[in-house]
């Protein structure tokens, strides 16, 4: 209950702050640009051994996005993405014991809302975010540091130890390859349900570093009480990163305490290289842990492809991925487009 009420008040004292930065602003000029942005990811793919479907094809992605900006202190961004969204439900009552689920799960594939950011600048390196806001847990860095998205999903996205975005408030303060903070509260819920009937609220703080030019860390918690049963969903994720112009290392662990406010934890480590042999040919291997999640109770996954970039927004990707301990073994052709 302490902890809450603190989390009030620091929210109590950045609203203060915001009409004192808001009182001096300085004014930029009023030029506005429009951008329609999507992407489409697709594959076909051959499961050896039992595994059913042998092959088939498949869509993993299917965005719209649209980003409006005037002059340089505002911005709204719009996002439809394309997903299985009545996918892992998992209901608990006042105890923590899971309860049966009946749905009718419609088409695998439904538009839903991912973004609708309304981003104000309103002093320099100060931004607040409203609307549905992408999860900076593993979303906003780890996935483009990734960069294979039409291949496969980061570890922490894969296995939902965190909704990729949720209604809420953030404040960043930015300094481009310095230094990066936030604080946010959020419905704790994702993109597919409004609040919860509790009024439970997630709080979340971001941090990241650039030790060196090409080297970035970074650190993510978000915090989840729940009265009624008393306790926490802790959520803790750590991101490192190195980059040079031939090659990418990344390694990423997450750990939530009391997941659903179950007495438990997830726990999750991925480590993925790249190398680039020329300018249109790359090569790739990612190893990921698990130690429970939201979609299995243990198990390792490896990773190994090459991408061959036809033009600068269309790619091409031969992988083998490999899971245990149930030995599934999967050929994949995939094909990402941005534009």
């Known amino acids: 209950m302490i902890k809450t009420i603190k989390y009030f008040i620091l929210l109590f004292l950045i609203q203060i702050n915001l009409l004192a930065f808001s009182a001096d602003s300085t004014k930029t000029a009023e030029t506005s640009t429009q951008k329609i942005f999507a992407n489409i990811y697709t594959a076909a793919y051959y499961n050896f051994g039992t595994k059913k479907p042998n092959a088939g094809f498949e869509l993993s992605t299917a965005l719209l996005g649209y980003r409006y900006t005037k002059g340089k202190n505002l911005a709204f961004t719009l996002i439809y993405d394309v997903t299985r969204t009545t996918n892992g439900f998992k209901i608990t009552d006042m105890t923590g014991n899971s309860l049966p689920v009946n749905y009718f799960e419609g088409s695998k594939y439904t538009a839903f809302l991912k973004m609708a950011e309304i981003k104000w600048q309103f002093k320099p390196h100060f931004y607040l975010s409203a609307g549905q806001l992408l999860n900076e847990q593993y979303l906003t ?88 049963s ?107 487009a941005k534009f």
């Open 141 to 228: 860095v780890q996935d483009k540091f990734w960069a294979h998205r039409y291949v496969m999903t980061t570890m922490q996205e894969m296995n939902r130890m965190g909704m990729p975005a949720d209604f809420g408030i953030r404040l960043n303060y930015i300094k481009k390859k310095t230094f990066c903070a936030s604080l946010g509260a959020n419905n704790g819920n994702g993109p597919f349900r409004h609040q919860d009937t509790l009024s439970i609220i997630e709080y979340t703080s971001n941090l990241q570093f650039y030790p060196t030019k090409n080297l970035l860390v970074k650190f993510f918690t978000g915090q989840t009480p729940q009265l009624v």
């Open 230 to 336: 008393n306790k926490v969903q802790s959520i803790y994720s750590a991101f490192i990163a190195y980059s040079q112009e031939k090659y990418k290392i990344g390694v990423e662990y997450s750990y939530t305490q009391n997941p659903h406010f179950i007495t438990g934890n997830y726990s999750g480590l991925s480590v993925f290289a790249m190398y680039n042999w020329t300018k249109n040919i790359q090569s790739f291997v990612r190893y990921d842990y698990i130690d429970h999640s939201s979609v299995i109770d243990f198990g390792n996954m490896f990773l190994v492809g090459m991408q061959y970039q036809l033009e600068n927004n269309f790619y091409v990707s031969a992988n083998y991925r490999f899971w245990a301990p149930t030995s599934i073994q999967q050929l994949y052709l995939s094909f990402g």
